[in-house]
């Protein structure tokens, strides 16, 4: 089966060979036959990829321990169902799971295709062919998932103890698939860049595309943020790490392009800029592999380190080159538009705005992921770039960005009348003006946090009053406020599933706010049976429990919790799980959620049979963070939802 | 309008509800100091983590070091200095404002502001070309 893997993987690497070959052959030939014999064998590269991923995961399967990928991140103890996650869990599998979702979504690209532009994507598909050529000879050369150890092994090491978790089911697909698939967009950029016809159906393409990339990668991200709340046991979700950043800042450009792409649907401008975007997109995405696949600077994520860090950025700097050449060689075939931007105040404007501040903080952010490597050059001494640098730096712009987000949706095509403006923005001023007093006079008086408060409140008033007047302006029909409310909804999808983004982003900043400011949190000891009153709550220490299994000790400590009358709320289980394989404990916090806050009971140390170290928090409006997640989906879905009023 | 009125009241309310109860809380100046530098010292031997994600022994001794120097009434200054001049610079976890680091602030403020000129310049270019 090792064997087999590899030899499919070498027919894979040869047929993508043929293909881009092809494609581009015959693009610049405009020979259907040769075309037609790349897309064949195109599919046929997919296939392998398949076949191959397929007989890795047989390996694991078949507990075959000679393989030395299965031999270090798997073990016979080890439940079937987390072979889906040993198969990423290392540098090389999680090269192929790469691969494997670029072969998807470039199948996914020319099948799903509209007609007419099928025939048109061929350099498009050739440039993916190159690509996924590019990953099987990394696999092939530097990285072989199927190499073979000599020595005869009866069991593996087992899967890394920190994946065991549901969110590693989701979290590290979706984030590898996003920026995977960020190569979607960039090769249909590439191929409007490069048809001489100045089509404009390449756009419609691009921005379906992006939106889905942006979306995987958003909830890779966000998922992400979860399992490190639910299980890194430190009581956070975002650190700032520099794999964390380099996942965040091309979904921060991506953020960009989507709204800039909205410019280009209604007035045809910023095609340019556009393909710009997603080029600059897909460079950083190349950058966050080349910093995952061992960069230069340290990042708790760990897993997939490997020393082929030069190789990847190789290839980055070979494709930034060429975008930048394609860019400069051939924008000519890119149609410019006659509109023009009319005013300050106008929807073109505020989303160029949101572009330049969006990508600012992209760029902001990639400046203190580099910043230790150039202190190190310039001054040689070693320094650390954390979070509160990026707390400071592109929390206030972010901010900026929220609050453009309640003003640039009122403000109309090509011009705004300033009088209009204020008065539709006037109920939403003078509410939140209201706001801003009650949350002093709670006791609400730092700075940041009483700023951010009042932009969410003014931007969620902002999209309720649209909503309403919506609403209301189809109440004529039905007397049903309810379905008056979904058919608005429906009427115009692009629009309100951009608003029920907004609102995810509204939520999300609602609970970094309350978190990162208002958190309170003890360090104590307790005994069993002892009570800890903490805020609100009491805590109740029932017992500690131990349990044995073959390949870790779980010792669990529960706890009942009541509020200041004595009423029972609910339990909390926080455990240490010790994998002696590993020598790693991996430990679990235990949460009470709910809209208002979180109570976070970190497990530090398991003192004796009746005594531990716990860390009790509690995390106000952490609930939120988590409820973006879905709230965004939506938005995303009815976005995307396909219109028959569009292809009118 | 008063359905208007109806609803954004229905929102406050409950916003303010939420809010209400989870602000509430007095907070002392000592232990503000402590999560403050707790975030804001680096574990030296666990890569990229800040004390307050670590639970190595090193950044758990450095924890209990923290704590007693406030007690004896140290200031922040003073406390990380200290460990700087064990660990060196890396232990602070953002880069020093002044001297060559202070580029890492300098940097995003002026590339902002460019940014936000060359915005202002080029939609004012657009707009007069239009007319």
Known sequence: MNN???????????????????????????????ILSATTSYYLSILMIFVSCFSLITLFLSNDFSNIYVFNHSSLDMNKALTFVAFYAGNEGSLLYILLVHAILSGSLLFFAPNETKSKLAYSCGILSLISSFYIFVLLFFANPFEVSEIIQSDGKGINPLLRHPGMYIHPPLLMSGLASISIPFVISQGALFDSKKDNNWFSLLRIWSLISWALLGAGLLIGAWWAYTILGWGGYWSWDPIENVGLMPWL??????????????????????????????????????????????????????????????????????????????????????????????????????????????????????FPVVSIIFTGTEISVSAPYFNKTAGPILLSIIILMGIGPILSWRKTKFESTIKSLLPSIIISVFFFIYLILIGINKFFPIVSLCSIFFVLTIVVKEWIIGTRSRMNNSKNPFSAFIKMIISNRGRNGGYIVHLAILALAFGVVGTKFYDQRIDTNIRV????????????????????????????????????????????????????????ISVRSGILSNPIEDLYIIPKDFIDETSMTIRISVNPLAWWIWASGPILLIGTVITLWPSKLRKD | MTYDKLSNICFTVILLFSINACFNSEINPEEDLYIKLEKEIMCPVCDGQSLDQSQSLIANN????????????????????????RYGESVIAYPSVRGFNSLAYIIPVISIIIGIITLGLYIKKDKNSNE
């Open chain 1, 4 to 34: 087999f893997g590899f030899y499919i993987l070498i027919l894979g690497f040869i047929l993508s060979i043929y293909s881009s070959t092809l494609f581009i052959l015959g693009f610049y030939k405009e020979n259907r036959t040769m």
């Open chain 1, 253 to 370: 450009v991506l953020t960009a392009l989507i709204h800039s792409i909205m410019v280009e649907e209604r007035r045809g401008m910023f095609r340019l800029w556009n393909i710009i975007l997603v080029s600059l997109t897909f460079i950083l995405a190349l950058l966050g592999t080349f910093i995952n696949r061992g960069g230069p600077v340290v990042s708790v994520h760990s897993f997939a380190a490997s020393s082929l860090g030069f190789l990847f950025l190789g290839f980055m700097i070979v494709m930034t080159s060429y975008s930048l050449f394609t860019i400069i060689y051939k924008y000519k075939n890119i149609k410019g538009s006659k509109n023009k931007i009319e005013s300050y105040l106008s929807r073109e404007s505020s989303f160029l705005l949101n572009n330049v501040l969006l990508v600012l903080t992209s760029l902001i952010i990639l400046w203190g992921v580099l």
């Open chain 1, 529 to 584: 049976t002892e009570e800890i009153s903490f805020k609100n709550y009491n805590i109740y220490f029932e017992n500690i429990e131990q349990e044995i299994t073959s390949g870790n000790s779980i010792t669990k400590a529960k706890f009942s919790i009541y509020n200041t009358e004595k009423k029972f709320i609910g339990k909390i289980e926080a455990m240490h799980s010790y994998y002696p394989n590993y020598n790693q």
């Open chain 2, 62 to 85: 450095m924890k209990d070091t923290i704590k007693k120097q406030i007690q004896e009434g140290y200031n922040e200054e003073q406390i990380k200095s200290y460990f700087v001049k």
